[in-house]
């Protein structure tokens, strides 16, 4: 069975960082895509950031310059650093996975079908 495990999650000020990690197993085959996404309070999910097998990365345009994503496949590991936080990046932030390949447009919560249980951001100013 795929699990996802987030954990990194906290507590900042504006300005700070933070590194997000995700461990994923139960695996049979690599997952094709990779993404971290985040639902505020009375938001909708929204796409952060996503890499696929290939190393292909997309972000969404708010956190663009800001965060950067990663994966190790070796360690079947997905990782999100988050810097120049601001209280807008307040969230509970999900890493989520997919093993199909036509999944159109990259950062969106839709197409992808394993979640994890999610990890509290919270930026203060």
């Known amino acids: 069975q795929v699990q996802l495990v987030e954990s990194g999650g906290d507590s900042v000020q504006v300005g700070g960082s933070l590194r997000l990690s995700c461990a994923a197993s139960g695996y049979t085959y690599t997952p094709s895509y990779m993404g971290w996404f985040r639902q505020a309070p009375g938001r909708k999910r929204e796409g952060v950031a996503t890499?696929?097998?290939?190393?292909?990365?997309y972000y969404a345009d708010s956190v663009k310059g800001r965060f950067t994503i990663s994966r190790d496949n070796a360690k079947n590991t997905l990782y999100l650093q988050m810097d120049s936080l601001k209280p807008e990046d307040t969230a509970m932030y999900y890493c989520?996975?997919?093993?199909?390949?036509?999944?159109?447009?990259?950062?969106?919560?839709?197409?992808?079908?394993?979640w994890g249980q999610g990890t509290q951001v919270t930026v203060s100013s």
């Open positions: 989520a996975a997919t093993t199909s390949f036509n999944i159109g447009y990259p950062l969106r919560p839709a197409t992808f079908r394993y």
């Open positions: 890499i696929a097998e290939n190393g292909t990365i």
